[in-house]
Nanobody, 127 residues
Framework: QVQLVESGGGSVQAGDSLTLSCAASGRTFNSYPLAWFRQAPGKEREFVASINWSGSSTYYHDSVKGRFTISRDNTKNDLYLQMNSLNPEDTAVYCC????????????????????WGQGTQVTVSL
């Protein structure tokens, strides 16, 4: 039974930082790409960042590039998202996702590319 569980969300002020974690169980994901998505109320789910199987390659949405850092610890089967310089536009439910294929090609930003999803953790950024 595959499970992805996010944690670390909360309410912060603009300019603050947060670190999100995603704990995976039921499968070892050290051969699979992982990603973070986010969704604000009334908006479509949006790609945030992805990381390849080894952690050697990362990819970011332009809106978070330079502010967010995705990383993984394959010894723990965990995924992380370090978020700096947060602004109100970052307010959303953040979900982690995992592929079901050992993809070793170009970064995948499409929702359809991922098969396992966490329930999400709320991040609220106020002025």
């Amino acid at each position: 039974q595959v499970q992805l569980v996010e944690s670390g969300g909360g309410s912060v002020q603009a300019g603050d930082s947060l670190t999100l974690s995603c704990a995976a169980s039921g499968r070892t994901f050290n051969s699979y790409p992982l990603a973070w998505f986010r969704q604000a109320p009334g908006k479509e789910r949006e790609f945030v960042a992805s990381i390849n199987w080894s952690g050697s390659s990362t990819y970011y949405h332009d809106s978070v590039k330079g502010r967010f850092t995705i990383s993984r610890d394959n010894t723990k089967n965990d995924l992380y998202l370090q978020m700096n310089s947060l602004n109100p536009e970052d307010t959303a439910v953040y979900c982690c996702a995992a592929m079901n294929v050992r993809w070793n090609g170009t970064p995948v930003r499409a929702i359809r590319g991922y098969d396992y999803w966490g329930q999400g953790t709320q991040v609220t950024v106020s002025l």
